[in-house]
């Protein structure tokens, strides 16, 4: 009930929020929330490849080194 409740203010909210502008300026101020949001998600994403890089990168270092401590080549 709860959640309900709260799904309703913020529904109303939102509706008196945009209510007062024309469909065209809800639909500019949509579009630039969304490429805001794309935006976000993108750099996200680059910043979380490019920690799987450097994980990666790490690991292999490390791989290659107790290879060599340990007199190991597994020949991959």
Do not use: C, N, W, Y
Request: zero cysteines; aromatic letters at 4%.
């Amino acid at each position: 009930m709860k959640s309900f409740l709260a799904g309703l203010g913020i529904g109303i909210g939102i509706g008196l929020i945009f209510a007062p502008m024309t469909g065209e300026e809800t639909r500019g101020r949509l579009q630039r929330h969304a490429g805001r949001v794309a935006d976000t998600a993108r750099d996200l994403v680059d910043q979380s490849r490019e920690r799987v890089r450097s994980t990666v990168s790490a690991i292999r270092g490390k791989s290659s080194r107790f290879r060599e401590a340990t007199g190991t080549e597994t020949g991959l």
